[in-house]
């Protein structure tokens, strides 16, 4: 008799999720207690505090470091989007793709403007998923194969991982997952995206109703959720948020369509997500119940609602002064100011 092989290709994803580290307590204590040190009133430096320890723990270093952060921007074709559930069309997914390249978009501005590496990855943009009202969006094998590839995707060095996204319509494949792993209602879960209304609006809500509806016998995993949902793009930011845990480099999410993926690693195991910090919360309408969700308390509130990881590279400013602050500052000694 053979041997059969009876895994399935996600068993090695469960492992990693199971298996994630933990924080650096000594090294967040170390930074906590240089924080009280420092040349001004102890905690008047607010979250930026908090930032450092962030840093610190999941770096597993008191003195962290945010000199190499890096934005990966994912991206992939979403065959939903034939449903008219986006006010642009697939198209636009390339040529933003070609925008990136030219250094031309929003967020290569902002990433020029931080000093922080971009690097762009497309996810087979020529073959969209299949339209997730009526099928599942990647089989189990594809799905692993392009978390794995999330994951190898962020390899090279970094010490601060930015995540974004571009893919016509991913705002509605993001409130199918959410819609997927909480229930709660589709409106609840869809928001405007790009500017969906009127007709737009009802036919993102319809699909999204559709979608889980669809493939409601099979959500009580949240991998399978992420498989039948989701998409490229969402498969690899999932893979990237684990690879960083393993690599002890802290992760800056950006807006509902990062987050949803994240989403699913905290229905895994409920602390996937504590080397994660929110840079902001987008303007996207379910974005804030999803990090309420999930535990996370946005850097920014700026009234963004674009993706392609503006908004987590927009926090690289704060992280990088709070760090700055932490590394830089005198102690009360040093500087010879008196204590209070
Ligand atoms: C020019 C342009 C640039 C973008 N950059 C990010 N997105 C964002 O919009 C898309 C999601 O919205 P929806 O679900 O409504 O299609 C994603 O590709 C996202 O990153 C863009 C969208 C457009 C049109
Ligand atoms: O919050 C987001 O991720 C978002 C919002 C609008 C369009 N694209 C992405």
Not at 127 to 137: E, K, L
Request: proline share 5%.
């Amino acid at each position: 008799m053979f041997p059969q092989d009876t895994g399935s290709p996600f068993d090695d994803i469960r492992q990693l999720v199971a298996t994630l580290p933990g924080p650096n307590e000594g090294a967040r204590e170390a930074a906590l207690a240089r924080q009280e040190q420092l040349v001004k009133p102890p905690g008047a430096l607010g979250r930026l505090e908090a930032i450092a320890a962030h840093l610190s723990a999941w770096q597993g270093n008191s003195m962290p470091t945010v000199n190499r952060p890096m934005v990966a921007v994912f991206a992939a074709t979403h065959g939903v989007a034939e449903l008219g559930v986006s006010p642009y069309p697939g198209a636009v997914t390339k040529q933003m793709m070609a925008t990136f390249t030219a250094g031309k978009a929003a967020v290569n501005q902002i990433c020029a403007t931080f000093d922080a590496g971009l690097r762009v990855f497309d996810l087979a943009l020529d073959y969209p998923t299949p339209d997730i009202t009526t099928n599942a969006a990647l089989d189990e094998k594809a799905c692993a194969a392009t978390m794995a590839f999330g994951m190898e995707a962020i390899a090279g060095g970094s010490d601060l991982l930015c995540l974004g996204e571009m893919g016509i319509g991913n705002t509605t494949v993001a409130a199918a997952l959410c819609h997927g792993l909480y229930g709660g209602t589709a409106e609840e879960w869809v928001g405007a995206g790009t500017g969906a209304a009127g007709e737009v609006l009802d036919r993102k809500i319809a699909a999204v109703r559709a979608a889980v509806a669809f493939h409601k016998d099979h959500l009580s995993d949240p991998l399978e959720v992420l498989r039948r949902l989701g998409g490229r793009e969402i498969a690899a930011i999932a893979g990237a948020i684990i690879a960083a845990r393993h690599e002890k480099v802290p992760v800056v999410l950006d807006g509902y369509v990062v987050t949803a993926a994240a989403a699913v690693l905290h229905a895994m195991n409920p602390s996937a997500l504590d080397h994660c910090l929110a840079g902001h919360v987008s303007a996207e309408k379910a974005h804030r119940q999803l990090l309420d969700r999930l535990g996370l308390v946005p850097l920014l509130d700026l009234g963004m609602r674009l993706g392609e990881g503006s908004g987590a590279a927009l926090s690289i400013g704060v992280v990088k002064a709070a760090v700055a602050c932490h590394r830089g500052m005198a102690t009360f000694a040093e500087a010879g100011v008196s204590e209070g």
